[in-house]
């Protein structure tokens, strides 16, 4: 068989979601949209390698407050190199998706206009590196229905993920999503092979597949419906992402608040060496990739990182904290493992121990022991002492100076102490 031509190839991204595990972190703003140090955002990932890929067509699929990712695709993306054509469609528009299949249910007419061959439906929330044509490649080789992107992940991970075996053509013998107790791969004890929640499809018969099953299901997916139909039928197959060069495969997914604050200490100390062959935006644009500088002596981390726009006061000591864009955090305070979020207002003597001694109920903590200190986490916390103490100072929601909206891009400082 012929290889696929790039221009036959449409990529459907799939940007639509909240990131419920994230918390307050994603409060008005779609997970696609969250910033990755000064490298840019989480879907930068998924359209460089679009772009890197030699693919010309994208369709993004957004839905969740995308107000923010929009005005992003339209800056960063709008003269995408390589020629990618970029078109936004929003669910709140066009939609609403209701599930992952759904999404590209409700756009089929669209897809249609550019009659391709292939359609790859990718996650616009994961921060990988990868070619598509040999992903794409392999898929019309084999004669596939579906060809689905995997990587092996700890088995006490997979959990979070849908699990499969394979035979060794690929070929895969059962899936199962999000399983209690996920078995080892037969070819990497202590791992498991988990979806990339990506996929290649023959775009005819992804479409017939969607107009008969749509009708059945008030909610339809491709991890939960149309996976598990073909897995039975004998025609789905993986294909396992290589790593680039030399290097191991890099995949991340940013699911949980200590997946994301972890991603940028491994970017600060180079746990995770991005292809410069593989370039996002901002590195075409000129800007410096993520690294550790050098501020009165000390390196940056584990102290922190602080997003551009962001204010700290004098004295103020920080500790394994990432600092969003737009946050502001006043004099002598102490901040230790933590997010704070582009909406926080931290006030002057601000002490992050002593605040959680008056109540687990007003900042979410992780299971790693990240706190995330959210506007709307300090508005809680104002309410508690306001309700502990009626009569005293109201310090922690007294009106401080507003924070900037939105997320920006980050610099990286480092903290005295």
């Known amino acids: 068989m012929h290889r696929p031509s790039p221009s036959n190839v449409l990529a459907v991204v799939l940007a639509g979601g909240r990131g419920s595990r994230l918390h307050d972190l994603t409060h008005g703003h779609a997970k696609p949209a969250l910033p990755i140090g000064t490298v840019g955002r989480l879907i930068d990932f998924t359209l460089a390698n679009v772009s890197n890929s ?10 969740y407050a995308p107000e923010t990712l929009h005005r992003h695709l339209d800056r960063s993306w709008r003269e995408a190199a390589n020629g990618l054509s970029l078109e936004v469609l929003d669910g709140n528009i066009v939609g609403p998706y209701t599930g992952t299949a759904d999404a590209v249910a409700k756009v089929m007419d669209r897809i249609d206009q550019d009659d391709p061959d292939h359609v790859i439906v990718l996650a616009g929330d994961h921060l990988y590196q990868m070619d598509y044509q040999p992903f794409i490649a392999q898929h019309a080789r084999s004669g596939a229905r579906v060809t689905v992107g995997a990587i092996h992940v700890p088995v006490e991970e997979a959990d979070q993920f849908g699990v499969m075996t394979a035979d060794t053509q690929g070929r895969i013998l059962n899936f199962t999503e999000k399983p209690a107790r996920p078995g080892e791969a037969t070819d990497r004890p202590g791992y498991t092979l988990a979806s990339m ?3 290649v499809f023959d775009w005819p018969l992804l479409r017939q597949i969607l107009t008969d099953m749509t009708p059945r299901h008030e909610e339809l997916d491709f991890g939960k419906q149309i996976l598990p139909l073909l897995v039975r039928e004998g025609s789905a197959f993986a294909y396992a992402l290589p790593g680039r060069g030399q290097a191991a495969p890099l995949w991340r997914d940013l699911g949980t608040l200590d997946a994301y604050h972890a991603v940028h200490a491994d970017l600060a100390n180079g746990a995770i060496a991005l292809d410069p062959a593989w370039p996002l935006p901002a590195q075409r644009n000129g800007n410096p990739s993520l690294r550790p500088a050098w501020v009165e002596g000390r390196l940056t981390w584990p102290a922190h ?24 955090i006043g004099r002598d305070a102490v901040i230790e493992n ?4 582009g909406d926080a207002v931290i006030p002057d003597g601000f002490r992050l121990r002593k605040a959680l001694e008056r109540g687990n109920g007003w900042c979410v903590t992780s299971e790693g022991g990240i706190h995330l200190l959210s506007g709307q986490a300090m508005a809680r916390l104002g309410r508690l002492e306001s309700s502990a103490c009626p009569s005293a100072p109201q310090r922690w929601n007294e009106k401080q100076p507003a924070a900037p909206a939105g997320y920006g891009s980050m610099k990286m400082l480092a903290a005295p102490g």
């Open 338 to 341: 933590a997010i704070v979020t």
């Open 305 to 328: 990182i602080i997003g551009e726009g962001a204010s700290v006061g004098e004295r103020t000591v920080l500790r394994n904290v990432i600092v969003l864009a737009g946050a502001c």
């Open 54 to 63: 030699g693919l010309r067509r994208a369709l993004v699929l957004t839905q």
């Open 197 to 199: 929640g990506i996929y």
